[in-house]
């Protein structure tokens, strides 16, 4: 079937291999660029300040470079103007605080709390305590004349070579990293919808239910990586082409796309779970719902379900493959989404009336699903039956 390759949804074999290979190759190319960027950075900038510059013992300009370096240019300049600003008023705080009451105690204490104050109020974000780190520095090293300037020159020096460096080397295609995640969280929710139709078909969706909630929980839970990607890839395309940001705005509505589309895919595997028991919910008491009488095999499936997942199985392939880009934009692509679209919504509502003819009505439909999801609630924060009675003790 589509979709349902090893290599789609990640089983075992040589494609299953291949798929993790890959995987993890992709993860991991923004890091080893930003990587090789630090490393360059660092070292280059002690070869301008020891040996062009001849500055002596100049480590702060390495250290200066090796903060500054972050994976996108947009976050290099923000991170280089945030540490910059923050050595400089830094160093006039304590060079002005050493001045005025020496070293000791009081002067530290002042330094500290005066740094973090102005560090907020500068809006320095994660350097906010950059300030008071300079100014305890340049307090504790009042008797070395000259240190005060000769940070502010090796962390300066380090943070122009290390934004210069960042900007200058390309970055990792995250736009390419944010539509891989994209496209491989599209197609492992499709061989869930994929697995949960076969199963309702040869009738183990009984015993298979409980795993099926356990992926789809899953799933949901890597949206945070593909959210995190499409963070990043905007971070890169806030200078580029406005093709480039047409792109990754495409990449962050189709991320919402899948966080609604996981919602009701855990819905659905847990709808599933509950009908498998005697009863079509499970039993109050948790321990319970081990007794194989309240579990009968093969359960009774609702007439056309398996049908329906099936087809919306094909609809988020077609989607992933949209977001692959195998056929993204073209009007060919287009018409398969729509047929799609109407055969799935054509067998939503044959399904739906097959269960009852009031689900017909879309009020009727809506308002069973509002109950539904009313007594979840109740079963969620229930302190004597409920899933989570540990919060109420």
Not at 119 to 145: D, F, K
Not at 198 to 221: I, P
Not at 312 to 329: K, N, P, Q, S, W
Not at 354 to 369: D, F, K, N
């Amino acid at each position: 079937m589509p979709g349902s390759t090893p290599e789609g949804n990640g089983q075992g074999g040589t494609g299953g291999l291949a798929a993790r290979l890959r995987s993890r190759a992709v993860d991991g190319f923004g890091d080893g660029v930003t990587i090789l960027k630090t490393v360059v950075a660092s070292a280059l900038s002690w070869w301008i300040a020891a040996d062009l510059l001849g500055l002596p013992d100049p480590v702060l300009a390495p250290v200066g470079a090796i903060l500054v370096v972050q994976a996108t240019p947009y976050a290099t300049a923000r991170k280089a103007f945030q540490r910059a600003a923050g050595v400089v008023v830094g160093v006039l705080l304590g060079a002005g605080a050493a001045a005025v009451t020496g070293t000791g105690l009081l002067t530290i204490t002042l330094v500290t709390a005066v740094g973090m104050v102005a560090g907020r109020l500068l809006r320095l974000g994660p350097q906010m305590h950059q300030i008071g780190l300079t100014a305890v520095l340049v307090v504790g090293s009042s008797q070395r004349l000259g240190y005060g300037t000769a940070r502010i020159e090796e962390n300066i020096l380090g943070i122009l070579v290390g934004t210069a460096v960042a900007l200058l080397v390309p970055s990792a295609g995250f736009a390419r990293q944010a539509r891989y995640r994209t496209t491989r969280l599209t197609r492992d929710m499709a061989d869930l919808l994929r697995a949960m139709g076969e199963g309702l078909a040869d009738g183990t969706w009984g015993a298979a239910s409980g795993g099926w909630v356990v992926r789809a929980r899953a799933l949901s839970g890597r949206l945070d990586e593909v959210r995190s990607a499409v963070r990043q890839a905007h971070e890169a395309a806030r200078w580029r082409t406005r093709a480039g940001a047409e792109e990754v705005a495409q990449l962050a509505e189709a991320s919402a796309a899948l966080e609604h589309v996981s919602h009701q895919l855990r819905g659905i595997a847990r709808g599933l779970h509950n009908l498998s028991y005697r009863g079509g919910r499970p039993p109050a008491l948790h321990w319970d719902q081990r007794d194989a009488a309240l579990r009968p095999e093969p359960g009774r499936a609702p007439e056309g379900l398996d049908g329906l997942l099936t087809e919306l199985a094909d609809l988020v392939t077609e989607v992933a493959d949209h977001h692959m880009g195998a056929r993204r934009g073209t009007g060919a692509q287009r018409v398969r989404l729509r047929r799609l679209q109407g055969a799935a919504e054509t067998r939503f509502l044959t399904t739906a009336l097959g269960q009852s003819p009031a689900y017909g009505q879309w009020r009727v439909l809506c308002t069973a699903g509002i109950l539904e999801d009313a007594r979840k609630v109740l079963h969620e924060l229930d302190p004597e039956h409920g899933p989570h009675q540990a919060a109420f003790r």
